[in-house]
């Protein structure tokens, strides 16, 4: 019977050289931080994680269609999460700031075992998540893949301002009701873009910058087609930095990664790789 023992003989060697039948092993859960609980996501792997930040208004479900061939690609760890008030998460609104919000997350990764490195990948406001997680982790982050960020050159004292004055009283209603963790920080925005001028990701971390094609003004919070410009330009002098990689999507929009996964996932796993081998 050559065809059985053709078949056992693939199995011996698949079973002789190490390969898992299991899938990766994943956790979903809420972690206790002061008085209230932030949701995670987390795909175990090896060496140090991935930490997903996701844009502002955002939770960590926006990561979903990535995360396994990311798992694939590099077997690391994968942790997303939705911040305070956001998804799964709750708030505690007596106490809730940007800065707080980077000491929780900080406290429930050390709950969750995750203390030593870090790669972060990011999107939009996100980065300046990514960036204050950073400074609180001085000689912790490995690299990191930045996706069509907000950064302290494009995100100035007027354009905030207008931002924020530009959301009309019934959409903040809105916005406290569903999304209660955008509504204090879109109440917060120009004093968090002032404190973030001078703590934005250190040029000495490897970074992988991707930007958009297509960048279209939200006409609803006051910005412009020169807003638009601006962001643009911002992001071609971060991505062409000494130690940054930048690479421009064709055919996106903000979100590049629903048009364009496949770069996505390259330029993560590819980064990822060689920050591993250093």
Not at 81 to 107: M, P, V, W
Request: proline residues 4%; contains cysteine.
């Amino acid at each position: 019977m050559p065809h059985l023992n053709s078949k056992l003989n693939v199995l011996i060697i698949l079973i002789l050289s190490g390969w898992n039948f299991t899938p990766a092993q994943t956790l979903d859960t809420l972690i206790q931080v002061e008085n209230h609980r932030l949701h995670f996501h987390i795909i175990k792997g090896n060496d140090f994680p991935i930490l997903f930040e996701s844009g502002n208004g955002d939770d960590g479900s926006i990561w979903d269609s990535l995360l396994n061939p990311i798992h694939e690609r590099t077997a690391a760890t994968l942790i997303t999460y939705d911040r305070a008030g956001l998804g799964k998460s709750e708030i505690d609104t007596s106490r809730i700031s940007f800065q707080q919000e980077i000491k929780d997350l900080n406290n429930a990764l050390m709950q969750l075992g995750y203390t030593k490195d870090f790669f972060l990948v990011a999107h939009s406001f996100g980065g300046m998540y990514a960036s204050e997680f950073a400074q609180l982790n001085p000689g912790k982050i490995k690299g990191a893949v930045f996706i069509d960020v907000s950064t302290p050159c494009n995100l100035s004292q007027a354009y905030t301002e207008r931002v924020k004055a530009s959301i009309s009283e019934e959409n903040w209603k809105l916005i406290r009701q569903y999304k209660a963790g955008l509504y204090f920080v879109l109440d917060q925005f120009p004093e968090i873009a002032a404190y973030m001028s001078t703590r934005y990701l250190s040029a000495s971390i490897p970074m992988t910058l991707i930007a958009a094609e297509n960048y279209r003004p939200t006409t609803q919070i006051g910005e412009t087609e020169q807003d638009m410009q601006k962001w643009q330009a911002c992001l071609k002098t971060l991505g062409n930095l000494p130690n940054h990689t930048y690479v421009e999507t064709k055919d996106t929009d903000h979100k590049v990664w629903e048009k364009d996964p496949k770069t996505v996932i390259e330029e993560i796993a590819k980064l990822y790789q060689e920050v591993k081998r250093n």
